[in-house]
């Protein structure tokens, strides 16, 4: 057995009484591992294996078959994140975005803290929107998909171009394929994203199409 701090990204039953979990570790990064009789047996995981706990867990790896899960302690739970549906929504949406953008079984501690941290001031009631921004630029960078944002500075807006995740001057780019307006004001200024969220989501749903274009496939298409 080897112990890894954990998040878990995906979880699906298999068979009658098991599940089969995506784990997020900092030494392994994505692996699968099963966990044998874990719908029967509150017990021995007592819910444990769950979306927004952060876990210390045994696992026997096998490069055969499927990795076993042992024992599972709660190291910190994020649970007020269930507070709010926004917060939920978001939350989910940063553990899909992990599970979009990481290999299997690459070492990744920084994305791990990143990941951690995320949940973390999610969990303590900051505005999730300009959270999951954040958080999406800083895993796009670490993941080597950093975008360009230079731009002149005197501009509210930019076009961005998805496909070379570079800025250009709005009125030259407009009607342009795969050219979106983007929000440059709250890039430069973060103490005014919370008072922007439409902005906010605008630059989220950009830069989600520009991590779809360098991944070559649509979020929410993680293989099973």
Known sequence: METFEALVLRKSSYGEADLLVTLFSRELGKFRAL?????????????????FNRLEIDVALNKRK?????????????????????????ATRVLETLDFLIPEQEPASELFDLAAETL??????REPYSVFLVFLLRALTLCGYRPDLRFDP????????????????PEKTRGKRNVYPFHMDIMRRPEIMEANPEKV??????????????????????AT
């Open 35 to 51: 966990a044998k009789n874990a719908k029967k047996s509150r017990k021995r995981f007592g819910g444990r294996l769950d979306f």
């Open 66 to 90: 499927f990795n076993l899960v042992g024992d599972v302690t709660l190291k910190e739970s994020y649970r007020e994140i269930a507070g709010s549906v926004d917060s939920f929504t978001v």
């Open 120 to 125: 973390g001031l999610l969990s303590g009631k």
């Open 154 to 169: 005197q501009k509210e807006t930019a076009g961005f171009d998805v496909e070379n995740g570079r800025l250009g001057n």
């Open 201 to 222: 989501k605008n630059n989220i749903r950009i830069l989600t199409r520009y991590a779809e274009y360098r991944v070559g496939k649509p979020l929410g298409k993680t």
